[in-house]
């Protein structure tokens, strides 16, 4: 790629970071498509710059796994191109089995969501962004807690990965692939999280905990886009508690921290093959 083209795209992620992540919770709406065992045939590319590390295992394989093993559906929308389906499918991959793998909260809780809703459904739809109904803007991806749907935009053009989550002051506590996927899931798992950490004595619901404290608490020790409410900072704390690089910098406040350990999810998971690279 040359520096142009990288620099460009360097741009675009400054005006994408801006609205990031937004997330479909509040309408309804049926969930569409069928969730079968079906992937885009075809090898994920080994040395492709959309392609993985799982370069042996095909996009049809790791989508099967998907289903049989962790319990989550993938479907691909129509006029979606199959190099990034692969992509977003191989990278999937990669973050759901180490989440599911490093944390059994997190593999119960996407086999089955808290909400009644069966497995978690990734829905990759055509286009750069995906629409929020809740936010009314556009984002990355987004999540349905009624249909335990997390929709992802084929063509994101995500960061790449830092060596540390960006926790406080900063829009988002990462804009890299991994980073936007783990908040996705992390709105998908935080409503076991809290149940789990209620059950062994932390008697608070997301909302109390998040009203326990100002916005500017949550802005500085979280991010900025986790002062929006009590889902987003579930969200936002998720995704930077798992990433591989937690601990390298301050820390999450206590107030989340003693709910992570108290759910035993796992901080700073590093056994992830490609789903921090960029796509
Ligand atoms: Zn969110």
């Known amino acids: 790629m040359s520096d142009l083209s990288i620099r460009l795209q360097e741009v675009m992620i400054k005006a994408l970071e801006v609205d990031a992540f937004c997330h479909k919770l509040a309408k309804g709406g049926a969930g569409s498509g069928d969730y079968g065992h079906e992937g885009r045939p075809g090898e994920v590319g080994g040395s492709s710059s959309e392609g993985g590390v799982e370069s042996i295992r095909s996009s049809t394989d790791l989508s099967k796994e998907l289903s049989e093993k962790y319990g989550v559906h993938i479907h691909v929308a129509d006029g979606v191109s ?121 008697a608070l619901t997301g909302k109390e905990l998040f009203d326990s404290k100002s916005k500017d608490y949550w802005r500085s020790g979280v991010s900025k886009y986790s002062a929006k409410n009590s889902r987003e900072l579930m969200a936002e704390s998720f995704a930077a508690y798992t990433h591989p690089g937690y601990g390298q910098t301050k820390g999450l406040p206590k107030e989340i921290t003693r709910i992570f350990e108290a759910a035993g999810i796992k901080p700073g998971i590093r056994k992830i093959l490609d789903g921090n690279q960029r796509i």
Request: no cysteine; glycine share 10%.
């Open 82 to 202: 199959p190099q990034r389906a692969d992509a977003i499918i191989s990278h999937s991959h990669a973050v759901i089995s180490s989440l599911s793998d490093s944390s059994p909260l997190v593999a119960q809780s996407l086999r089955q969501s808290a909400y009644g809703a069966g497995g978690l459904k990734i829905e990759i739809l055509k286009g750069k962004m995906v629409w929020s109904e809740e936010h009314q803007e556009n984002a990355f991806a987004t999540y349905q807690k009624e249909t335990n749907t997390l929709k992802i935009a084929s063509g994101l053009n995500t960061s790449g990965a830092s060596a540390a989550p960006h926790i406080g002051n900063q829009y988002n506590v990462g804009t890299d692939f991994r980073t936007v996927m783990s908040h996705e899931i992390g709105h998908a798992v935080s409503g076991k999280i809290v149940m789990e950490a209620h059950k062994q004595g932390i």
